[in-house]
Every structure is written in C-alpha cells, then in structure tokens.
C-alpha cells in the first residue's frame, strides 16, 4: 500500500521536475491571476466613473464580444504558429493596454469611453492566449504524464482564479483602482517572461499540413474535424452542458439558494463557491494521481449524472451543511474528470487541428453561459428547485446521450 501511495505521489510530481512544466505552470498561474485583478479593475473603475451598473454592464460585454469573436481566429493561428510565440505575444500586448489604463488613471483623465475601448483590446488580446494556453502541453511533457500535468496546472488556474479577485479588491481598498491595472500589468510581464523560457520538447516546429492560409478556411477546416468524430463531438457536448450548469445553476442557482433555501446570506454563498473550488482542486489533483487510461466515454458519461443527480438534490435541500457537502461532492467530479478529459483532447486529437479543437469548446461555452444565466434566472423566478430540476434533466439526458454511442463508450 505504501509504495502504491508512493509511486502515485512520484507520477503526480513527475511533470514539476521538468524546468519548462514549472515556468508554463507558472506563467500560466499569473496571467489567471492577472485576469482577477483586471475583473476588479475594470468593476471599480467604471462604476466610480459613472455609478451605473448598466455602464458597468457594458464595459464587461465590450470585453466578452472580442474575446469569444476571435478566439476561433487564436485557435487557428496557435495551429499554424507557436502556441508559446501567442501566449507570449498575447501576455505583453496585455502588459500594455493595463499598463496604459492605469497610468492615463492616476494622471485623472481617463474617461469611460477610454476605459470602453481598453476593455474591448484586453478581451482580443486575451482570444489569443486561452487557445494557445491550452494546446502547449503536450509539447512540454511527454503524453504518458499529461494527467498529472494538467492537475498540477488545473489546481494553479483555481487556486489564481480565487486569489485574483480577492487580492486586486485589497489593492482597490488600499490604494487606487488604477493602481490594480498597474499590478496587473506586472502580472502579464512576468507572465510573458515565464513563458519565454519555456523550452518545447525537441523545439516547436507547427504542425506539417497541406491546409491553405486563408484563415476562414482553416476554421472551418478545424470544425469539420470536431464534427466528423463523434468521440471529440461527445466531449464538446458534455462541456457545453457542464457550463450551462456552471453558468445559470452555480451562479444564479448558489446565490438564490443561499438567500430564499438557506436563509443565509453573502457568507454562505461565499461558503458554496469555495466548496465547489475546493472539491474541484482535491478532485483534479486526486485525478493526476491514478495512473492509466480510463475509458473516457464512461468517465463523462459519469460525470454528467454526477452532477444531475447533484443539481437535482440541491432542489429540494433546506439544510447548509447538506447543500454545501452535495457541492463539495459535485466540484469533486468536475475536477476529476477534467483531468482525463483534457489530457484525452491532448493525446488524441492532431496536432494540426488541436487548437481549433479546444478553441471551439471555449466559444461554445462562451455561446451557452448567457443563455443559461437567463434562462436559469427566469426559472428561479418561479421555483429554485424548477430551475435546479430542469438543469438535473439536461444533464441526465447528455449522459444518456453518451452512453448510447459504442463508440463513444469504449474511447480511451
């Protein structure tokens, strides 16, 4: 038993004592957490200037439009060039337009049609670097380890993702808001510098293909490949539907639950969420420690009734240590299998098209998250467990969805 526990621990490390594996972890880890400063920045900053949320909501949607406009365009460049050139290009082009955010800031003249405009060129700048983020892998560790690899970088993205926020609120509390776009500013530069050092197995040389240049071509060259393999279209789908759970149920469905199920308040929606996260990171790191290939069909398949059967309980829960315990529970499965998931994406698909692969999932669920947000919020509006219910039948039905497919079942 203890040289079993041994060598798990050996096979989850194994990635971390590669120097590149820990700059990319690293860069990687301080873009996410620049992403949380930015968030904050652009909050503060536009209600101090106008006192609108309806501003506020426009400032956010001028950054969100770009990102998931051209994020089929990074994921198509990141297959033709280096995926470490683009998240390097990407993290100082960042670099810059925080860094001219913050200083036109302290100089007092920054206006909301500048800070518009800033948001708009963060959100293309960042289409970018998340495609190519995701593809550069593969080419840094061997596949044999590409599950501990992708736990050890998935517990860094959560655990960024909630210090960013929480450490740029402290910068905007005790200094300036245009302060936290100059931090932020520093966390792209450093992340820029990381990846630099990045040293790809062998060099990175793209992908040999035949495919012509014009770009609308490779992208539907890309979506053709997704589509033709029920295998990759499965998995696409599966990840649509955990972030229409992510998205209306986790994010409309927590804090309704929270106040009108619960009867608590901030701190118990704040209790939820930190369960989620946490059970994702011990489910991601839990992952990176069995060895192996699972069947990936079932594994997804698993997950999706794990989180009906979840959401479907959340319902008709009126107890905080049962609710949060059943989140507890659901962050888990999400993290285990986005382990496999990632690393199956990784190992199986063609180099030449992976990008626009894993760039498609992202701008499916930039296309699914707002639908759900309305639809879960309109449901909640009638009854918390009609819009917890609802979300347990689309998942339940994706997971029978997979099941069906032999070939989707047997994948490894």
């Not at 997704?226 to 469905?253: H, K, M, N, S």
């Not at 009867?263 to 118990?268: F, H, K």
């Not at 069995?290 to 979840?310: E, K, M, S, T």
């Not at 659901?330 to 199986?348: E, K, N």
Request: one cysteine or more.
């Amino acid at each position: 038993m203890a040289k079993t526990v041994s060598r798990a621990g050996t096979r989850m490390w194994a990635p971390a004592r590669l120097p590149s594996f820990r700059l990319l972890w690293l860069g990687q880890s301080l873009s996410l957490l620049g992403d949380g400063f930015s968030y904050i920045a652009f909050s503060w900053i536009t209600l101090s200037l106008t006192g609108s949320t309806l501003a506020l909501g426009y400032v956010l949607a001028l950054q969100a439009i770009p990102r998931a406009l051209l994020t089929l365009v990074g994921g198509s460049l990141a297959d033709k060039w280096s995926p470490r050139r683009i998240m390097v290009l990407s993290s100082w082009a960042r670099t810059a337009v925080m860094a001219s955010v913050g200083v036109i800031g302290l100089t007092g003249t920054l206006t909301i049609g500048l800070l518009g405009v800033a948001a708009a060129a963060f959100g293309a700048v960042d289409a970018f670097f998340q495609p190519a983020r995701m593809t550069i892998l593969p080419s840094v560790v061997d596949k044999e380890v590409l599950a501990p690899a992708n736990a050890l970088l998935g517990t860094g993205a959560r655990i960024a993702a909630m210090v960013g926020p929480a450490a740029g609120g402290v910068v905007v509390a005790v200094a300036d808001a245009d302060v936290a776009f100059l931090v932020d500013a520093v966390c792209f530069a450093l992340c820029g510098l990381c990846i630099l050092g990045v040293r790809t197995r062998g060099g990175y040389a793209p992908a040999k293909t035949t495919e012509p240049d014009r770009m609308l071509v490779r992208i539907r060259a890309g979506l053709r490949y997704a589509w033709a393999d029920p295998r990759i279209r499965t998995v696409l789908a599966i990840d649509a539907a955990v972030t229409f759970c992510y998205a209306g149920a986790f994010t409309v469905g927590f804090a309704d639950l929270a106040r009108f199920e619960l009867d608590g308040g901030p701190a118990t929606l704040g209790v939820l969420n930190g369960a989620l996260a946490a059970g994702a990171v011990l489910g991601g790191l839990t992952g990176g420690l069995i060895d192996g290939r699972p069947r990936i069909g079932l594994l997804i398949a698993a997950l999706a009734g794990w989180l009906a059967v979840g959401t479907a309980v959340l319902g008709v829960l009126h107890n905080t240590v049962a609710a949060v315990a059943t989140v507890l529970a659901m962050g888990f499965a999400i993290g285990f299998q986005g382990v496999f998931g990632l690393s199956w994406i990784q190992r199986t698909i063609d180099e030449s098209v992976l990008s626009r692969v894993l760039s498609l999932d992202m701008v499916l669920g930039y296309a699914v998250a707002p639908i759900s947000l309305v639809l879960c919020g309109a449901l909640a509006r009638v009854h918390t467990a009609l819009m917890f219910g609802g979300t347990a039948v689309i998942l339940a039905v994706t997971a029978l969805g997979v099941l069906a497919s032999p070939r989707v079942r047997a994948a490894r």
